[in-house]
């Protein structure tokens, strides 16, 4: 009876358990194993070649490097640009004013956008020949400034920065928003009766009791902003040259380019191990940030 | 009297600020939509001089084209079938799953759904190299059925922890009725808990359907064969086959963006929890 009730147990974490086991922990060890082999994908002869891959990626792939540094570019456009903006409106939303509502159902529309149809819709107002940017430019009397932005190496990166800001900000906004709804209207109160004016408020109430959902979304803008590569794909390609290559777009190149699945691994765990790495620094960051 | 009329100024004209830069961003999220859907109703001729908002006819036509040239039609329907099947199996396994972490005791409980949840915070850059190589090996490559299974393993591990929290949080006492009067584990889970979890079942379907209707890269590597394509990916190989025909793909995007946009409109409720939920798992 006893033995029946738990094999019943089992039963329901059955299919879970096996739909997990295949398509995620599978290829989380093949990553590790594929990642120290030279091989195609398809023929049966694999070639192992140790730390080989790794060795390749650290001296030789200046393309992985500098993919690394756009990414980075990227992100740390996220961090600030974004993630300010996204703090300014909620707290602008977080007051009593009208159409709330509607602010929130506005800004949270680009984040549940596929990529793709944004990236294809930014393509277009960015064109270089026929684009809406350029025609506003135009009538407003800047012509010099005409640009074929996404095919320019000098702004082809940053026009993609901006692009990905544009379609992340509404998230980071809701987030802080849930935060600073969370902040009891009591505090303000008190801070009022005892003298304190709009800003002493905001920057010895709000600020510190903040700080650890600031922390969150910069955590999450981070690991987002850094693995975002299907808005490229769908803006630029990774072009002109390699000036908005990310890390994933690497691994996809070596995959399906240059059909090198290990190496492919190998950039796959090199960059997991960063990501990794930066979320564990800003774990930390955030303990001590908290204690002070 | 001259002193509140002062504050009564000073807070207007502090709303007025407010609002002139809440409604300008508002008018830059709406903005780039709506001229996705002007440049859909202008034909090849005009979209290159013609950059009114306003077209000054509505060539309606172009999104028949798209509908039957372009076709679509058939990615419109792959999408949606590729949605409605993941999200079913998702609701089945994470909810059947989640009810049996939540409420029942069995060795090595602890360590499967700790399992669940670590997969929700170790990136795994470019997991779709190994995923391919094993759909291969299953002869599921390039399969509707393939794809599918992958999508389910993606929303898993967030779906069970926003069931197995409010399992946790539900009273008992209905189920345990419902046990005395003879019903097995698996018709409590039917028929008492998951009507009791409807709330974030909402949350759970929304979430995972949005996720899979927007999905691109697994399907760019999965499939071959055109007819199987999803939307996402039929979107990219229209844009790079035909690269002048801004109508027509302004028209596609349009299809593929509306049903998100309606969806989100009507069920906003559910997609914020959802985010908020996911963002303190995270």
């Not at chain 1, 709000?206 to 910069?218: D, E, F, H, S």
């Amino acid at each position: 009876m006893r033995f029946k009730s738990t094999l019943e147990n089992y039963l329901f974490v059955l299919p879970a358990v096996t739909i997990f086991s295949i398509f995620y922990v599978i290829p989380f060890f093949w990553v590790f194993r594929y990642g120290l082999y030279e091989w195609d994908g398809i023929m049966p002869t694999m070639t192992f070649i140790g730390m080989g891959n790794f060795k390749e990626i650290f001296f030789q792939d200046r393309i992985w490097w500098y993919s690394l540094w756009n990414a980075t570019y990227i992100t740390i456009i996220a961090l600030t640009l974004q993630n300010a903006l996204a703090f300014l409106l909620a707290w602008a939303c977080d007051r009593d004013i009208r159409m709330k509502n509607f602010y929130r159902l506005i800004f949270f529309i680009p984040p549940v956008l596929s990529e793709v149809v944004v990236g294809l819709v930014w393509q277009w107002i960015l064109d270089g020949h026929y684009g809406l940017l350029n025609g506003w430019l135009i009538k407003l009397g800047f012509p010099n400034l005409v640009n074929n932005w996404l095919s320019d190496p000098r702004t082809a990166l940053s026009c993609v920065a901006i692009v990905h800001c544009w379609k992340g900000f509404g998230w980071g906004f809701l987030i802080f928003l849930a935060g600073l709804q969370t902040i009891p209207r009591e505090l303000y109160e008190a801070a009022r009766v005892d003298g304190a004016n709009a800003w002493h408020s905001f920057r010895n109430i709000t600020i510190p009791l903040m700080i650890p959902v600031a922390v969150l979304v910069g955590i999450l803008t981070v690991l987002g902003t850094m693995q975002a590569f299907v808005l490229i794909i769908a803006m630029t390609g990774g072009g002109p040259a390699y000036h908005t290559q990310v890390p994933v777009l690497r691994i996809l190149a070596s995959m399906r380019g240059s059909s090198r699945f290990g190496y492919a691994c190998a950039q796959g765990i090199s960059f997991g191990l960063i990501l990794v790495v930066i979320s564990f620094i800003q774990y930390r960051f955030s303990k001590k940030a908290r204690q002070v | 009297m001259k002193n509140a009329l002062y504050y009564r100024t000073k807070k207007v004209t502090l709303n007025l600020i407010i609002h002139l830069f809440l409604l300008t961003v508002a008018v830059t999220c709406i903005f780039p939509l709506l001229w996705m859907v002007s440049s859909s109703l202008k034909t090849q001729e005009t979209i290159f001089k013609d950059t009114s908002l306003l077209p000054k006819e509505f060539h309606f036509e172009n999104y028949y084209l798209a509908w039957q040239e372009g076709g679509f039609d058939r990615y419109f329907l792959n999408s949606l079938m590729y949605t409605t099947l993941v999200v079913i199996g998702i609701v089945v396994v994470s909810s059947l799953a989640a009810y049996a972490f939540s409420r029942f005791k069995f060795p090595g409980r602890n360590i499967l759904f700790f399992m669940f949840m670590a997969a929700m915070m170790i990136p795994i850059p470019g997991s779709f190299v190994p995923l391919y190589v094993l759909l291969n090996k299953l002869h599921l490559r390039n399969t509707a059925l393939g794809y599918i299974l992958c999508m389910i393993n993606v929303g898993l591990s967030t779906s069970i922890f926003l069931l197995k929290t409010f399992f946790d949080k539900m009273p008992k006492e209905l189920e345990d009725a419902a046990r005395i009067d003879g019903c097995n584990k698996l018709g409590i889970w039917w028929n008492v808990a998951l009507p009791l979890a409807k709330p974030v079942l909402a949350v759970v379907v929304v979430f995972n359907a949005l996720n899979v209707w927007n999905e691109y890269i697994l399907a760019l590597v999965i499939f071959d064969s055109k007819p199987l394509m999803p939307l996402q990916v039929a979107l990219m190989t229209f844009q790079g086959e035909f690269v002048t025909r801004y109508p027509l793909l302004m028209a596609g995007l349009t299809i593929t963006a509306l049903p998100i946009i309606i969806i989100y409109i009507l069920m906003q409720k559910y997609i914020v929890k959802g985010v908020t939920a996911g963002a303190v798992v995270g």
